[in-house]
Nanobody, 124 residues
Framework: QARLEESGGGLVQPGGSLRLSCVASGFSLGYFVIGWFRQAPGKEREGVSS????????LYTDSVKGRFTISRVNAKNTVYLQMDSLKPEDTGVYYCATARVFRLSLASDEYTIWGQGTQVTVSS
């Protein structure tokens, strides 16, 4: 069956780094635009970043530009989110998802298959 699984979350101090991984099973991730989203306690889900299938195009929400980097290795069926210079406001559950169309988007309604999420906590 088709599924996505995120990993790499944890507790990190402000200014620290984490790398999240999104691994697909049951289908080829390379056929899909992939997005990363996050949801903080009491807040709506927010689009963080999106990456094209193979041409290298990426999209970031303004609050993470220059700090986060999305990448993919289709041969490994994996998409990564490298998070540097983390801030407390980056805290939340991070999800990866597959898009239903071949365009970059941070809108959650453009995505279909979702992972279970991985917790990221940035705190001193």
């Amino acid at each position: 069956q088709a599924r996505l699984e995120e990993s790499g979350g944890g507790l990190v101090q402000p200014g620290g780094s984490l790398r999240l991984s999104c691994v697909a099973s049951g289908f080829s991730l390379g056929y899909f635009v992939i997005g990363w989203f996050r949801q903080a306690p009491g807040k709506e889900r927010e689009g963080v970043s999106s990456i094209a299938t193979s041409d290298g195009r990426t999209l970031y929400t303004d609050s993470v530009k220059g700090r986060f980097t999305i990448s993919r290795v289709n041969a490994k069926n994996t998409v990564y989110l490298q998070m540097d210079s983390l801030k407390p406001e980056d805290t939340g559950v991070y999800y990866c998802a597959t898009a239903r169309v071949f365009r970059l988007s941070l809108a959650s309604d453009e995505y279909t298959i979702w992972g279970q999420g991985t917790q990221v906590t940035v705190s001193s």
